[in-house]
């Protein structure tokens, strides 16, 4: 049983495009996140949802849109792919609140934009 | 959130025991330390965490000292399937709900035979 789950494993597209990216996790959590990692490793948070409230937008592009259809599900939707979006996404899940918790990641979605 | 130092790279052998010491010197009061693992085209796992002196688990120990500006990883006894990307974080609690982790740039252990 896959407890955060990605799709697609590798997305391969043009400049310009739009794609999509979807996150399930079957933890039973509240909170869920999405993560970059660019090409040296450095991996960024860019947003936070708890039950489907939006906590933490850090500074995105705001071609990039979450949306959370329900606890367990997080999406993330970017417009016009540029060249410097190419880098490995991952989704996240934590469930406790008010106390130091674990993040469990998703296996990652390898993004290139030609 | 505070900004976190720790090596590049670090190489050991099968058997020794790995120390890893992270740097945090601007930490706030209430953010706490945690340390992940990741390896090559997976996501990063959690090993360890902690706020303040000795927290130990089945697979890591972490040190952490009373000015809580540095804390230390330590792998008793690594093999080869240590080899990984070892992540030291300042986490904080958001009143929102959740938590916000903090990723610093992490150190590529390598462990030999």
């Known amino acids: 049983d896959t407890a955060v789950s990605q799709t697609p494993k590798y997305l391969v597209t043009q400049m310009g495009n739009d794609k999509s990216i979807k996150c399930e996790q079957n933890l039973g959590h509240d909170t869920m996140y999405w993560y970059k990692q660019d090409s040296k490793k450095f991996l960024k948070i860019m947003f936070s949802y708890n039950n489907k409230e939006l906590i933490i937008n850090e500074t995105v592009p705001n071609r990039f849109s979450p949306k959370s259809p329900d606890k367990a599900h997080l999406n993330l939707h970017i417009n016009s792919l540029e060249l410097g979006d190419s880098a490995v996404y991952f989704c996240?899940?934590?469930?406790?609140?008010?106390?130091?918790?674990?993040?469990?990641f998703g296996p990652g979605t390898r993004l290139t934009v030609l | 959130l505070a900004k976190t130092t720790q090596p590049i790279s670090m190489d050991s052998y099968e058997g020794q025991e790995v120390n890893i010491t992270c740097s945090h010197n601007n930490i706030a009061t209430n953010d706490y330390i945690t340390w992940y693992q990741q390896f090559p085209s997976q996501g990063p796992r959690f090993i360890i965490q902690?706020?303040?002196t000795k927290v130990t688990n089945e697979v890591a120990s972490l040190f952490i000292p009373a000015d809580r500006k540095s804390s230390t990883l330590s792998l008793p006894r690594v093999s080869l399937s240590d080899t990984a990307v070892y992540y030291c974080l300042v986490g904080r609690i958001l009143t929102g709900g959740g938590n916000k982790l903090t990723f610093g740039t992490g150190t590529q252990l390598k462990v030999e035979l």
């Open positions: 902690g706020y303040k």
């Open positions: 996240a899940s934590s469930s406790r609140q008010g106390v130091p918790d674990t993040q469990y």
